[in-house]
């Protein structure tokens, strides 16, 4: 029993070491998060690169089949822009190429450097559904006042399977002067 | 039984006077009462909080509180019950009772128990200005997002976030030491041949508690640092415009919330281990498969936490093992309600207030277990999310879970801790007039909920009114009730009839019973040569 203040004191350290594990753990989260949702395909944030036309059409068009593919559009915190979907619902055939775009606005005083992230409802769509040409590919930069029509070029892949109807494509548009985490976020996509 | 009676002129040395005794207190018994004392005075404070939200929503419209005032309140209220409350009120139990249960003269480490207790003033100091700095000058927005503190809306609000991360980084810090301090007593300083599994069940049901908090409320302590970090520094763990992600806040925030649901639980758990037998007059019913089954629900509880996500778009395969995890873990908890059941069976039973609240407590936290079964099935829950119906379940939790069972502890105890006999007919009266309004504001809770009465909203519809007003009589009586809560005690501790060692007649049945070989009210310090064990 003599020596029981020392075997405390060393439980007592073990324990608050188990502490100190956890907490690294909570921060540990935040990359093996994202790892996580990578490698399951969970909450990829339709991310689908640019694919050549050709890629995705050489299994002809399914004119059998018709897909509802809805466009949406958000403006994130602080960007003062307009952005309006000039084709908000469009019926489509797998394996056929379709033009879409966005009407968008600075309403701000200043030039504005904005990036659009996609988005696709049911997730499981998303590598279904290819952009040959994209303006969420880059950065837009509008001056005050100024508009644009933004092009969205898609073919929906034949390979959808037969349970999805819908596909909702939904953009976020951000404002990229908030630091320069969002450039890293954007150049890996 | 052996009987080394501890004479009361053992503690003529250095038993300190003044305010000093408590201030620089090292002593187990000591600190128990002020995390009592602290427990009862933060449940008043939660308790008017909640009186005035039930006064708002009395009738629809806006009558006393306007919308944001009303969510600060509600925030707070939360953040009161859970970790002013009901987390002190079950670690001054701990104190009290752990060292004299297992025979040791005290806590392992008495300079770490006055640090984890005197923290907890200060927390709560904090947590009072995390409310009402918005009301002043430059104080931005108050604390409107519920006590879950989801971004992007926890970013935006006023100086008042500040205030409440640093409330949580203080009452994290203070459980974690006296998780630290309870787990390194029961494993250390057990009297020789008190074994594990002699060991009561409250001890037991602490020392999972300790291990489970040491877990969790270092992730939530992270979660939050994020949370500040994103408001001041710049940086962006929770916003998508950074490469962040909000979802992951609430992947933190569950990892410790669900555990903390158990840590809520399983001291009152152990509570009823204590009280069952001791009215039943049996052992406890297969006391170490209980034991298992406290050990699986805490390792359950630590991998279902996303049940609370189900609508932020996971994945069906990931909300299917969520759900199932969440199905599974009624397995242990029905076996412990079953237990206990199994121990009445036949017993000897006389129904003093202890007593009646673990009978209570049996049949109402089966209830809360019926509707979190509901709730973890993902259909369902997808229509109760975020209705009156999840307030109605987590409160017949809550309330019966763990509020219940330690006022059982106290009504069990207090003979033992002031060496009184409260009064029966008071306890009984307070017993009856607590339940039967708790019921009343709660239950039609469910119906609120399922016609679609959304939670944390200050105003709703017309169709809701009768229920609203229901319950919020109900919450009046209920809260009412706690004045005669306050007065028994009060009565108990000043005088009355004169309690023996053991004033419950079958109090030792099935468990070692130290604790009862010590006088009412025992020494100021309990074992000072290790007590034998029959």
């Keep these: 029993m003599s020596n029981q203040p020392k075997s405390n004191r060393k439980l007592g350290l073990g324990l608050a070491s188990i502490v100190v594990g956890m907490f690294g753990f909570g921060f540990a989260m935040v990359p093996l998060y994202g790892l996580f949702c990578d490698i399951t395909g969970i909450n990829r944030a339709g991310g689908t690169g640019r694919v050549a036309v050709s890629d995705v059409t050489m299994l002809g068009v399914d004119h059998d089949r018709k897909v509802r593919v809805d466009f949406d559009s958000t403006l994130n915190a602080g960007l003062n822009w307009e952005v309006t979907p000039q084709t908000t619902t469009l019926e489509v055939h797998p394996g056929k190429v379709y033009d879409v775009s966005y009407r968008v606005r600075n309403n701000s005083d200043h030039a504005v450097v904005a990036q659009a992230i996609p988005s696709i409802t049911p997730w499981q769509a998303t590598e279904h559904f290819n952009k040959t040409e994209c303006f969420c590919f880059e950065q837009q930069t509008l001056q005050p006042g100024e508009s644009a029509d933004l092009g969205l070029r898609f073919v929906l892949s034949r390979t959808l399977p037969e349970k999805y109807n819908t596909v909702t494509l939904s953009y976020t548009f951000m404002d990229t002067n908030r630091d320069k985490m969002i450039r890293n976020a954007v150049s890996a996509r | ?534």
């Excluded at chain 2, 939360?78 to 297992?102: D, E, H, K, Q, R």
């Excluded at chain 2, 050990?295 to 994945?315: D, E, P």
């Excluded at chain 2, 939670?455 to 709703?460: A, E, G, K, L, T």
């Excluded at chain 2, 079958?506 to 070692?512: E, F, K, L």
């Design chain 2, 1 to 534: 039984m052996s009987t080394e009676a501890i004479h009361a002129d053992h503690d003529h040395h250095h038993a300190p006077s003044g305010i000093g005794r408590w201030l620089f207190s090292t002593n187990h018994k000591d600190i128990g009462t002020m995390y009592l004392i602290f427990s009862l005075v933060m449940l008043f404070l939660g308790g008017a909080s909640a009186m005035m939200l039930r006064a708002e929503l009395f009738t629809p419209g806006l009558q006393i509180l306007d919308p944001d005032t009303y969510n600060n309140l509600l925030t707070n209220h939360a953040l009161i019950m859970v970790f002013g409350v009901v987390m002190p009120a079950a670690a001054g139990m701990a104190n009290w009772m752990i060292p004299m249960m297992i025979g040791a003269p005290d806590m392992a480490l008495p300079r770490l128990n006055n640090l984890s207790f005197w923290i907890l003033p200060f927390a709560a100091i904090m947590l009072i200005i995390s409310m009402i700095a918005p009301y002043f000058p430059g104080g931005g927005t108050p604390i409107n997002t519920g006590w879950t503190l989801y971004p992007p809306l926890s970013v935006q609000v006023g100086m008042g976030m500040d205030f409440a991360i640093f409330t949580v980084h203080l009452l994290g810090i203070s459980s974690i030491l006296a998780a630290i301090n309870i787990i390194t007593t029961i494993v250390n300083m057990r009297a020789p041949g008190m074994t594990y599994f002699k060991l009561p069940l409250f001890v037991w049901s602490w020392l999972l508690t300790a291990l489970l908090l040491i877990m969790i409320m270092p992730v939530l302590a992270g979660g939050v640092t994020m949370l500040l970090f994103d408001r001041h520094f710049g940086t962006a763990f929770f916003d998508a415009a950074g490469g962040g992600d909000p979802v992951l806040f609430q992947h933190l925030f569950w990892f410790f919330g669900h555990p903390e649901v158990y840590v809520l639980l399983l001291p009152s758990i152990g509570i009823l281990g204590m009280v069952v037998p001791t009215f039943s007059r049996k052992p406890l019913f297969a006391y170490k498969p209980l034991v298992y089954s406290m050990m699986m629900l805490t390792a359950l509880g630590m991998v279902v936490w996303a049940h609370h996500q189900y609508t932020v778009g996971m994945s069906e395969a990931v909300t299917t093992y969520f759900m199932i995890g969440t199905i599974l873990i009624s397995i242990p908890v029905g076996y412990m309600l079953f237990s206990f059941i199994f121990t009445m069976w036949r017993g000897a039973m006389t129904f003093e207030t202890p007593m009646l609240f673990a009978v209570a407590i049996v049949l109402m936290f089966s209830f809360a277990g019926v509707t979190g079964v509901m709730l973890a099935v993902v259909p369902a829950d997808l229509q109760y999310h975020d209705t009156y119906f999840v307030v109605a379940h987590f409160h017949y939790a809550l309330i019966p879970g763990s509020l219940f069972g330690i006022y059982a502890g106290v009504f069990y105890w207090l003979p033992k801790w002031t060496g009184h006999m409260y009064n029966e007919t008071h306890g009984k009266i307070f017993f009856w007039w607590t339940t039967i309004s708790f019921n009343l504001t709660f239950f039609v809770q469910h119906f609120s909920g399922l016609a679609g009465m959304p939670r944390r909203i200050v105003d709703y519809s017309p169709i809701f009114a009768e229920f609203n007003m229901i319950s919020s009589i109900g919450a009046f009586s209920f809260g009412a009730s706690h004045l005669l809560f306050l007065y028994i005690i009060i009565k108990t501790v000043k005088g009355g009839e004169k309690a023996s060692d053991k004033p419950w007649e079958g109090a030792q049945v099935g468990t070692p019973g130290l604790e009862w070989t010590l006088p009412s009210p025992p020494p100021f310090h309990s074992f000072t040569t290790p007590p034998a064990i029959k």
